[in-house]
């Protein structure tokens, strides 16, 4: 029997792609004889953590990977013990993911989840057993059939990508960006649909590529020599991942239906909520009027469904630049936020799934709006933007069990979001320079300090990277990023060894943070 002190037991988790598609429509696309049960995913379960290969070879808690993309295994079984320690196997993935796993090397066919899931347990943790060998035989099987070759391009959609969402491109080069999470065929029932979207109200977000350990950031400290000069020069720390993050919007719409279904409108606001659907549909100022004044009283109303009207609010928020410029409709949007921040300021929001939710909603307001915060939160009872921060870091700094992860990720990204705002006006006109050492506002201070210590006792790797982003934008304005980085290292505030034991993207931005900090 093997020694638990000295060995690590390791698992195989495998996972259904078609969500129980295949085992209905592969018969008849591909032939009986080519028929397959799955379109699987494979991924290792080692030392807490759940190990894959996508776009890159990542790993994060099992949970995270379940909760952020709506899918649960439908076999786990052991692999055996492992006398590779942790330090050892993360190691050899690191060295795999600037060779054989590199993220450009995926293939569906050849190179994908069950081939690394096969080497990381055989050659990684040098385990006797891997992955069973029907699902490594099975792009053969469908490939060898009439229709496969044909349904390649399809097939290849299927796929998971790296990690949980952390950028979204609002428009123009949005920078080297990957192919988003696929979109899972989901549980239609309204039940296990809104249990994806309460849970996790960033499943939509799509993944940004992020550096792999082949591409890590250039240390601070070197120092490059004109050709034309003996004079050295700075250089200015390299923050790839930190320079090309866009706005963290929620804008997952699959859920519109069923919060219409439960919340049971008249059929004018009916036939108005279900444009939301339709991303590309346009909206006249009075229909953004219109649905904002349904969904406030919906929200104000505890006899209504208020999860299913903060649902359809969050993307509500989103739909004023899409032709809606009167000014009944900006302020009929900002009545809709205003009172959003009132009732999370004053607690009206018990739940977990709720207060998440109505976090989605000022995230995705700040994200998308270019009006002065003095605006956006202010209102007769005098709270101000300071004050919803603070309400923000008390609850991205809740109790780190399982139950607080979607509110700490959404309050997480309204602080990046936020931090961005804040940062809005940096390149003003071209004609001012800035050398970066403008003294930092009370609002600045709060996001970065405040980030600094949630991130300290963090355990949940996408939260980790939003407050990582907050502070790098941060730290990187070009009014005040000096003063803010001589502030974080004169007070220690910042530790490098947070990144240890998370996932290569929480790593990577560590790097990035420290860089700046010289």
């Known amino acids: 029997m093997s020694n638990s002190s000295t060995t690590h037991e390791v698992h195989l988790a495998i996972y259904d792609l078609s ?76 060295a795999q993911s600037a060779s054989r796993f590199r993220v450009d090397s995926y293939d569906l066919f050849q190179r994908n989840c069950n081939n690394f899931s096969e080497e990381a347990a055989r050659h990684g943790l040098r385990l006797p057993n891997g992955v069973p060998r029907w699902i490594l035989d099975l792009p053969q099987k469908v490939l060898s059939s009439p229709m496969g070759v044909m349904l390649r391009p399809l097939l290849e959609q299927m796929q998971i990508t790296n990690n949980a969402p952390t950028n979204l491109p609002t428009g123009g080069n949005a920078g080297p960006m990957r192919a988003s999470r696929p979109t899972f065929a989901q549980d239609t029932s309204s039940s296990a649909s809104l249990t994806l979207t309460a849970n996790n109200p960033w499943a939509s977000v799509p993944s940004a590529f992020l550096s792999t350990p082949s591409a890590q950031p250039s240390s601070p400290a070197k120092q490059t020599t004109d050709t034309t000069s003996t004079k050295a020069v700075n250089v200015k720390p390299v923050t790839p991942i930190i320079d090309k993050q866009a706005a963290l919007l929620s804008t997952d719409t699959g859920v519109v239906k069923i919060c219409i279904d439960r919340l049971k409108p008249k059929e004018e606001h009916s036939r108005l909520l279900l444009k939301l659907s339709n991303e590309k549909a346009s909206w006249t100022p009075e229909e953004i009027i219109s649905v904002h004044e349904y969904l406030r009283s919906a929200i104000d109303d505890p006899a209504q469904h208020v999860s299913y009207a903060l649902m359809l609010m969050r993307l509500v928020v989103l739909k004023r630049a899409l032709g809606a410029e009167g000014v009944g409709a900006i302020e009929t949007w900002m009545q809709s936020v205003q009172l959003v921040a009132k009732l999370l300021l004053e607690e009206k929001f018990p739940s977990i799934a709720n207060r998440s939710m109505a976090w989605c909603i000022i995230s995705n307001a700040i994200g998308f709006t270019e009006f002065p915060d003095s605006i956006v939160f202010a209102d007769s009872d005098n709270y101000n933007f300071i004050q919803v921060v603070d309400r923000a870091l008390h609850d991205c700094g809740s109790s780190k ?32 320079e800035f050398d970066g050492s403008a003294e930092l506002s009370e609002k600045h201070m709060a996001i970065l300090l405040g980030c600094l210590e949630n991130l300290q006792d963090e355990t949940d790797d996408s939260t980790m990277q939003r407050l990582l982003m907050a502070i790098g934008q941060l730290l990187k304005s070009h009014r005040f990023g000096k003063t803010a980085a001589n502030l974080v290292s004169d007070l220690g505030l910042f530790d490098e060894n947070i990144r240890k034991g998370k996932g290569m993207h929480v790593e990577t931005l560590v790097k990035e943070v420290a860089a700046m900090l010289g």
């Open 401 to 432: 069990d399982r139950s607080t992860i979607s509110l700490r990720q959404s309050a997480g990204a309204f602080l990046y979001n936020a931090s961005r705002y804040l940062t809005r006006e940096d390149v003003g006109s071209g004609e001012v």
């Open 19 to 94: 969500m129980g598609m295949a085992r209905t429509l592969s018969a008849h696309l591909l032939g009986p004889q080519h028929a397959v049960e799955i379109i699987p995913h494979t991924a290792i379960l080692a030392f807490g953590k759940e190990y894959y290969f996508g776009q890159g070879i990542d790993w994060c808690s099992p949970h995270e990977f379940r909760s952020t993309r709506g899918i649960y295994p439908i076999d786990v079984h052991s692999l055996g013990h492992t006398s590779c320690t942790e330090e050892e196997f993360e190691s050899w993935c690191r």
